[in-house]
């Protein structure tokens, strides 16, 4: 957590404690900030900039997008929150030499993408706005709240074949959790601040989840999962994976890592060859791949 986060969390746990339900108010910006904006890393700038891109217009926002290679498979990559599309540099080369092509983009507010706000529905909507244009998807990568945005897309009718998350969860409670434990909430703070979560989105908590909980309501029977995440990630609790993963049974492959945290996931070996093995050959490819590396695997 940042400087200024860390001042910010100890002046609420301050408000909060005289006023739960002023300081639950005074939590939400602070839960949708999107600063600092993520830098491109050394190591992927030449990908960052070798990118076809374009900015598309969506919901009022405009968004940057990039393409890499002229396969005839798609690809689309959903970074996370404070993340930005350069992160998958790596999986981006590896899927234009499998044959790809890759798209991807900076949410509003992220990355090279103008605006200070944003949430999960911009995320879905440049995802089907995309598929309008550049679809059908082969194949969805979405890493930690990007891959929660994604799962959301297809169960709001993106049409994808298969879908990666990495390090992501199903229903919106796990950043609940992730973000008042940060903060050191309260349970009656918590409670404030869920309520004017709810009232920004203008969902009661049954309208959101119908719509965003990809737990209670599993993605479609078509669909192929897989689902990776780092057992000793501190970010968001590898728990929320082995959820995912039951909630979608047979047609959902597990890979659980060990010592690569939330981020360098995207770039470890053994994650990047699971990916690569799923989208040739979906959930069994995914396993026998997985099963002959030390990952943990479950099917």
Not at 160 to 166: F, M
Request: aromatic share 6%; proline share 3%; net charge positive.
């Amino acid at each position: 957590m940042s400087t200024t986060m860390n001042l910010a969390a100890g002046g609420l746990r301050l408000v909060a404690a005289a006023s739960p339900a002023l300081g639950g108010r005074i939590a939400l910006p602070l839960f949708f900030s999107t600063r600092p904006r993520m830098r491109v890393r050394a190591d992927d700038e030449a990908t960052h900039h070798a990118a076809r891109r374009d900015v598309i217009h969506v919901r009022g926002r405009a968004v940057h997008t990039y393409q890499w290679g002229t396969g005839t498979r798609v690809a689309l990559l959903m970074h996370g929150w404070h993340g930005r599309a350069s992160q998958f540099a790596t999986l981006v080369r590896d899927l234009v030499a499998d044959g790809f092509r890759v798209h991807a983009f900076d949410a509003p507010a992220h990355g090279d993408s103008p605006g200070a706000r944003t949430d999960a529905r911009d995320w879905i909507a440049i995802a089907q706005a995309l598929a309008r244009t550049e679809g059908p998807f082969d194949l969805i990568v979405g890493h930690s709240f990007g891959a929660f945005a994604a799962l959301a897309a297809i169960r709001d009718g993106l049409d994808a074949r298969r879908i990666v998350s990495i390090a992501g969860a199903g229903g919106v409670d796990a950043f609940h959790a992730q973000f008042a434990r940060t903060m050191g909430l309260s349970a009656s703070a918590r409670a404030a601040f869920e309520a004017a979560f709810y009232r920004r989105l203008g969902m009661d908590r049954a309208e959101a989840d119908a719509r965003f909980d990809s737990l209670a309501h599993p993605l479609p029977t078509a669909t192929e999962l897989l689902v990776i995440h780092d057992a000793g990630d501190r970010t968001l609790d590898a728990d929320n994976s082995l959820a995912l993963h039951a909630a979608h049974g047979e047609r959902s492959c597990l890979v659980l890592t060990k010592g690569l945290g939330h981020n360098r996931l995207l770039v470890a070996d053994e994650v990047l060859d699971a990916v690569l093995a799923f989208a040739a050959g979906g959930v069994w490819a995914a396993g026998i791949r997985s099963s002959s590396t030390r990952t943990g695997l479950s099917r």
